[in-house]
């Protein structure tokens, strides 16, 4: 059986947080949209369909979870929910806080403008923020 490895480019464009009961907890490294990613610590899977019963239960619960937590610590307007898999081909979740004055607003953020890294800090207290909420 292959084990579990995270696709490179997502590790290169994230911050790890924690991991769940399935799934590994992302944050995207752009400051402008707040944007976890859900990635189910299963091998060869690409869509929802490649998961077993169980775990498709168990990813919804653990997306819900998320959304909730997101929702509670940035007050957005809208929660993006969506899983392309067109740039990297494991299944992996986005859940992204939207808000009506975000530069991307009412369009996808896919394509708009150039990613802005968090500093340090910023990325630290968000993690930590995250973490302690997801406990």
Known sequence: M???ALDALLDADTYSVT????SRVLLMNDARFPWVILVPRRPNCAEWLDFSS????????????VMAV???????HKLNVANLGNMV???HLHIIARF?????????????????????AEAN???????????
Do not use: I, N
Request: charge should be negative.
């Open 2 to 4: 292959t084990a579990f």
């Open 54 to 65: 169980d775990d498709q239960q168990v990813l919804l619960q653990e997306q819900l979870r």
């Open 100 to 120: 009506e004055t975000d530069v991307a607003w009412p369009g996808p953020v896919w394509g708009q403008g150039a990613r802005e890294a968090y500093s340090d």
């Open 19 to 22: 991991d769940l009961s399935l």
């Open 70 to 76: 997101l929702q509670e610590l940035t007050g957005a």
């Open 89 to 91: 081909r494991q299944f």
């Open 125 to 135: 207290a968000f993690v930590s923020a995250l973490q302690q909420a997801l406990r």
